[in-house]
């Protein structure tokens, strides 16, 4: 009986035990489905986010070449205008590798800039997606060998309309494909670690730029349907695809499923080799990396979500400051080419001047963009040298002036020479950054004051606008990245005040703002002061 009774009694331990085990297993087996579905659906998101940010780039570049294109151009066989305008928009980005192409209606290149070969012109380009351009629709094309360069290329194709909506060319902006393109440094960083591989690929499966530098430019070496989108298990790796709508693009990405998953098979494995001793340790332990890995992977989320907003919302910021003064540039050349004989002197040096004024504050903006990025790097560099700080604030407001003639700009200053140690292109960028603040707080009809002074052993430089003068959120932020608009209109980059601080940091000075007693917003910079160079400056 009592022999009997054991064995029952281990049965039913038996039987209990394998019941904990199974248990646990079929737990450990389905918590381990719900995180790899869950960490499927994270992967998915961030690709559809990183998808629907390049997608509005596209359409913000369509919308960008609308206004630059759209009848300015004859698109007839080395028309001396077309070239002139072509090499003016050449001219902005000098260290450009890839030029610009108008074709006429039949495909035939008849102007170009940066072109491999000067014959190419009066031939018919060959690009896949062409035609679709020459009827009026406007596309990137598909990787192919460029006219511009000797390196494959893509190549943004804008159709020239008629008044009448009726196409008869089309312009095309080639880019160039390769490990060392600006837009491959974009997007390289985005696959992450542990083999992973993230890539843009157009209509016929190249690949336009991807973490892995040898597959730039050839066919994707991964099996990507032609049609399909969304989260793909095969051939022991994970696959996630999506579109880009409107440049016909798809986003990609790659991973082993042993880096993609993790950790999450190996509970599964102690799980099944330790289950009489471990079962219930292993599906704990289970649970507590699927944790930790869901934590990690909806940080990683919020991360790229943070950055999609912020580069989508500083791409529309750049895209709108930069379309004002190049219009305007464009603009007063054109009317000044057309009228050339029509104008007296000084109108031609007045138009000459706003042109001038317009592409300078092109050139502010293109550097305030370029030095935001060198100040991260740590790499601005400056060039100082004792000058009169006077003669450079003088400059720069008279180039104001140029630019806002309808404004009233007062400058008050000392006639004795005011000498620092400083970078004199530096200081001339504070101080355009400063009054441009100030312009875009003012009403049109109010005043804005400069006031240069030395007191002691310090240059003392102030901007008053008659503005609404500094929020308390303002006074704490003012001085932060991107953050823009105290005044009438949110405009700029954000970037000015920020690189102004840098600037003024790097020259032993401080820049602070504060409001005026009789209202406005004042800025105030001041410098250590300078001996008086021994030769007169220039000599």
């Known amino acids: 009986m009592n022999r009997r009774r054991d064995l029952a009694a281990a049965g039913v331990a038996i039987i209990v035990i394998v019941s904990i085990g199974a248990l646990v297993i079929a737990a450990v087996l389905d918590a381990q489905h719900a995180g790899r579905r869950r960490l499927g659906q994270l992967q998915v ?47 902005l980005n000098p260290k450009a590798t890839t030029g610009y192409l108008i074709v006429d209606r039949n495909g035939t290149i008849v102007n170009g800039t940066l072109l491999r070969d000067p014959n190419l012109i009066g031939t018919k380009l060959s690009r896949p997606g062409l035609e679709q351009v020459l009827q009026g629709k406007p596309a990137f094309l598909d990787v192919a060998s460029g006219a511009t360069t000797a390196l494959p290329t893509i190549a943004l194709g804008y159709p020239l309309k008629t008044k ?157 400051e930069l379309r004002t003064p190049v219009s305007g540039l464009l603009g007063f050349l054109q009317t000044t080419l057309d009228h050339w004989d029509d104008l007296e002197g000084p109108e031609r040096r007045r138009a000459v001047s706003r042109a001038w004024a317009n592409a300078s504050r092109l050139y502010s903006l293109s550097r305030d963009v370029l030095d935001s990025s060198s100040l991260e790097t740590g790499h601005l560099t400056y060039h100082r040298e004792v000058i009169d700080l006077g003669e450079v604030v003088s400059t720069t407001a008279t180039a104001a002036r140029e630019l806002a003639p309808e404004r009233t700009i007062v400058l008050d200053g000392p006639d004795e020479p005011v000498w620092i140690d400083g970078d004199p292109d530096r200081l001339q960028q504070v101080l355009n950054n400063l009054l441009d603040n100030a312009v875009k707080s003012s009403p ?96």
């Open 444 to 539: 049109p009809d109010g005043p804005i004051e400069i006031r240069l002074s030395s007191e002691g052993s310090a240059a003392r430089l102030s901007v008053h606008d008659s503005g609404p003068g500094l929020s308390p959120d303002d006074l704490d932020r003012a001085f932060d990245k991107f953050v823009r608009g105290r005044g009438r209109r949110t405009v700029g980059t954000g970037l000015g005040l920020f690189i102004s601080r840098q600037i003024v940091e790097a020259h032993g000075g401080t820049i602070t703002g504060d409001n005026a007693p009789g209202g406005g917003a004042v800025f105030t910079v001041e410098f250590p002061m300078a001996p008086a160079p021994a030769r007169p400056v220039g000599s």
């Open 45 to 91: 998101a961030q690709i559809q986010q990183l998808a629907r940010s390049m997608d509005t780039r596209v359409n913000q570049a369509y919308d960008g070449f609308q206004g630059l294109v759209s009848g300015h151009y004859h698109a007839t066989l080395r028309d001396p205008a077309d070239a002139a305008r072509l090499h003016q928009l050449q001219a």
């Open 164 to 320: 009448a909506g009726v196409p008869y060319g089309a312009f095309l902006a080639e880019v160039e494909v390769s490990p060392t393109a600006q837009f491959n440094q974009e997007v390289a960083p985005l696959a992450g670690k542990q083999h992973a591989e993230f890539a843009f690929i157009d209509r016929a499966g190249n690949v336009i730029a991807s973490n892995q530098a040898n597959s730039i430019g050839h066919p994707l070496n991964q099996p990507v349907g032609k049609s399909g989108y969304g989260l793909f298990r095969t051939h022991g790796e994970v696959a996630v695809v999506e579109p880009v709508a409107s440049a016909g693009w798809r986003a990609v990405f790659f991973q082993p499923r042993k880096n993609f998953e993790g950790s999450l098979t190996s509970p599964l494995r102690s799980a099944l080799v330790y289950i009489a001793l471990l079962t219930i340790l292993v599906a704990g332990l289970a649970a507590g990396l699927l944790l930790r890995r869901l934590s990690r992977a909806r940080e990683e989320q919020r991360r790229l979500n943070q950055i999609s907003v912020e580069r989508e919302e500083f791409i529309s910021i750049v895209s709108h």
